[in-house]
């Protein structure tokens, strides 16, 4: 199984006071911090190396988690430095890490699906990309792909179309070459490299069916929390 570029370097604004002093994958969720919550999730779905790119704040992630050895991982951190890159200047940072091919997921999101079929799906095509996607319908946040026959074929966060049923699920195959054409040590958002790669035909696009849970806000927040609790209980974990 790839590595995992885990983005976790935001301000996390949509939820102060809270965040002005613990980073956001630091929060309490189910009763412990969100991020071991995922690194589990990520152990359990095959995961065996993880590249933390943090920013704000940063310190307490790695001084909580250090090199993954209890969760059964091995993790390694990339920090932005003085100024924050963005989610495509921190992953740029990050790549000398991350070998050839790597997962992408951002620090807020907790994605309870099949990574090992996304995988294979990937494998058996010859592109740089792909992202999986979901059939939102903007119910948990405003949908930004046209999706078909396996492809992404629209993709816009900023200004969405009315025939954009699916969104960006929060994960993503990416190849090196891929990467490499985010400027080094530049201000870059991600979202900005994955339109690049939509217009030009080489994103991938993989339909996952379980629904995303994140973070990002306090209903976020307690939703995910209810959730992981659930899981949690149903597994005797």
Partial sequence: MP??????????????????????????????????????LL???GVERIVVCAGYLGEQIRDYLGKGERLG?????????E??????????NALPLLGDLFWVTYGDSYLDTDYAAILDYFLSH???ALMAVYKNK?????????????????????????????IDYGLALLRKEAVERIPTGEIFDLADLYKKLVDQREMLAFE???RFYEIGSFAGLKETSE??????KQSGG
């Avoid at 976790?8 to 919550?37: D, N, Q, S, Y």
């Avoid at 959730?227 to 949690?232: E, W």
């Fill in 83 to 92: 100024r924050l890159l963005g989610t495509g200047g921190a992953l740029r």
């Fill in 227 to 232: 959730y992981i609790a659930g899981r949690k």
């Fill in 138 to 166: 903007g119910r948990w946040d405003k949908s930004n792909i046209v999706f078909a026959e396996g492809m992404a074929l629209l993709y816009d966060k900023k200004t969405p179309q009315p025939d954009m049923q699916y």
């Fill in 208 to 210: 996952v069916r379980e």
């Fill in 126 to 128: 010859d592109k740089p």
């Fill in 73 to 81: 991982l091995a993790i390694s951190y990339s920090f932005d430095g």
């Fill in 3 to 40: 590595p995992v570029a885990l983005l976790a370097g935001g301000l996390a604004t949509r939820l102060h006071p809270v965040t002005r002093t613990v980073p956001k994958a630091m929060l309490e969720v189910a009763g412990e911090p969100f991020i071991k919550h995922q690194a589990e």
């Fill in 43 to 45: 152990q359990e779905k």
